[in-house]
């Protein structure tokens, strides 16, 4: 079970395991290219529940819908390699990887089962996050502080009206900004309580060191083509731009990890972990391209 947030290496990661032996891989089954046209539509108030790129809460309701939608593969099948001609195709398959990156607020939901699973949850560093997401995306923040639920039950007073203030008047940056710390509050939240079922990766991490990174995730989740993944690792992401392929192999590990400071000055990110901080999400620090220590995990 691959935890993540958009544009942290999620899609490279899955691809790379897809190498595995009979390991089916179902691309982001919660999101909106999917979840409206399966199941889960079916469940009461979904359409309230769900919008933009993300599911806002799994309710009591709609709890019985996706214990259904996870174990049932013919369910799922719209969001698994099912094309002979895919990479990641498998004729028979044994197993199963969900890469889930769009119920952060409902993540909740996955915690209360890591324990059943080979559960991980993928950080990224939210200065070149968000750089990625302002050139791929439009600003989601009016839909995630219009979720009454959503603000009633993780935001206080004041920090609603701090994220409202930016809504109103910040930049696009600053507008990013509050979208990721908002998309992180609940997994940062929630998650001191499930650390023994969930294992924490970072984007940095696995660049920094890919082989031992792979090494380690395969063994983590006992697969047995370690090798095989390992060897997969130099297959380009379907989620990475032509002309990024050129400049991610021409960089060095180390480079290619913090070339994002080439496009924003401390200034900018400054005021960025300001509105982090706000927020309360603690994963990465001003100055540092590491996650924080309680979140770094060494191979």
Known sequence: LMLSSRRCGSTCLM???????????????????????????????????????????????????????MPEPALTRLASAYNPM????????????????????AIKYFYEKAHLYHTFLLLRHPCPTILSMEKKYEPELSMIL???????????????????????????????????????LVPVKELPAYRDHVLVLSYEALRGEIEK?????????????????IK??????????DERLQTVQEHTQSSFIAGWRKRM???????????????????????????????HTKF
């Open 146 to 184: 219009a979720n009454e639920s959503f603000c009633s039950t993780h935001l206080d007073s004041t920090q609603y009206d701090y994220f409202q203030d930016i809504l109103r008047g910040g930049n696009r940056i600053q507008l990013f900004a509050a979208e990721w710390a908002l998309e992180q």
């Open 265 to 295: 000055d401390p200034d900018t990110e400054k005021k960025i972990f300001e509105i982090i901080k706000t927020a309360g999400v603690d994963t990465y620090e001003v100055g540092r391209d590491l996650p924080s220590e309680s979140y």
């Open 15 to 69: 691809e790379c395991m897809c190498a595995e032996p009979k390991l089916r891989t179902l691309n982001e089954p919660f999101g909106p290219k999917y979840a409206n046209r399966s199941v889960l539509a079916d469940a009461p108030d979904f359409t309230r529940i769900e919008e933009g790129h993300r599911l806002h809460a799994f309710p009591v309701e709609m709890r019985p819908y996706v214990d259904r939608y």
């Open 232 to 241: 997969a690792t130099d297959a380009p992401s379907a989620s990475t731009a």
């Open 86 to 105: 895919a990479p990641g195709y498998h004729l028979k398959t044994n197993r199963t990887l969900w890469k889930v990156i769009h119920a952060n607020p």
């Open 213 to 229: 990174g792979i090494r380690f995730v395969s063994e983590y989740c006992e697969l047995s083509g370690i090798d095989r993944i």
